[in-house]
């Protein structure tokens, strides 16, 4: 029995190993820069922060992280 290993791409250089079922904020847990993001875009998709508990990462899924910038 042969199983696939269905990966999750965070930016260019990072794959974590995707499961049905994972959310934005189970992802992002998983991924050492991940708590300092206002937001993802999910196969080009904004996700805000208040959404990432709730937003289901698809399967093969391309996750760009949004990072906090201070300025004014």
Not at 6 to 33: C, F
Not at 42 to 61: K, Q
């Amino acid at each position: 029995m042969k199983f696939r290993i269905i990966m999750v791409r965070v930016g260019d250089r990072l794959e974590i190993p995707w499961y049905s079922g994972m959310t934005v904020g189970e992802l992002l847990d998983r991924v050492p820069e991940g708590r300092e993001c206002a937001a993802v875009r999910v196969n080009g998709r904004i996700v805000a922060r208040p959404n990432f508990h709730h937003t289901p990462v698809p399967e093969g899924a391309q996750v760009h992280l949004v990072p906090m910038i201070a300025g004014g």
